[in-house]
């Protein structure tokens, strides 16, 4: 794999948009940036995993754990150099799962270098797009995952079986729960959803939007609601699971269809390929 050494970008405008993707194997990164001094500076965040947030979002750092997405707007000065940095990561483990996880590390990821005249840029909307069209009361079923180890609900993966059915149309809300002290998350194929809340507290504006991947700390439990409008097909199941290379590699997955009302799911057939996200 390619790499570039002390990389930095040239910025020609006062504001610069950066989208952030955490494509690290196992690595969680805590961003945020720094002037020369080593001083800290605010940027603005405006989108996750499905895009654009309801509003833009003021913030000193964003935390990525891998395969989740970030867009920050960032302003500059004329001649002025940030670096976008990553520091010691909140994940709520111990001293060897914060260690393997890089929840220790401080590591500089890009220098933005400002030309000394900037273009001028136009100011950040108060409103981005409409809040996610999905509502609580609307949820028809509940279902609980407990990550554990390398297993979902107390299973690895199984091709030839089927974890969960699931209704074309149907809202659900799936309450997702981090029963060991590893870091986990849980990625979901082919739909997005909603951060309802974490131990019973309101999200953070960070997770306002929709996103198909979620940090679930140690003894946590993250309750996410989502709608399965299309993709019926009893015979092409979709996967959800741990984004950490290493686990999921060891099973940490399982598989779910989405049907017509009253049909009946298939067994997976040999070789079948997954529907992936859309």
Known sequence: MASTTCPYHEVRTGRVRLRLLNASNARSYNFGLVNSRGAARGFVLIGSDGGLLPSPVDAERVQLS???????????????????????????????GQRQAGGDDTLDILQLRARGALEASPEIPSRLVPAPDLREADATTTRTFRLDGTMINRRNMDMN????????????????????????????????????????????LALGGLKDTVYVAPGTIVRLLMRFPQYADPDSPYMFHCH?????DQGMMGQFVIVNRGQRAERPSSGHAWNHDR
């Not at 004329?78 to 990561?89: C, D, F, I, K, T």
């Open 66 to 96: 891998p395969g989740e997405r970030a867009e920050i707007v960032v302003t500059m000065r004329p001649g002025e150099r940030l670096v976008l940095r990553s520091h010691p990561a909140n994940l709520g483990v111990g001293f060897f």
């Open 161 to 204: 079986r089927i974890d969960e059915v699931i209704s074309v149309g149907d809202t659900e809300i799936w309450e997702v729960s981090n029963a060991d002290g590893s870091p986990h998350n849980l990625h979901v194929h082919g739909v997005q959803f909603a951060v309802l809340g974490i131990d019973g507290a309101r999200p953070p």
């Open 244 to 248: 950490l290379l290493r686990h999921e």
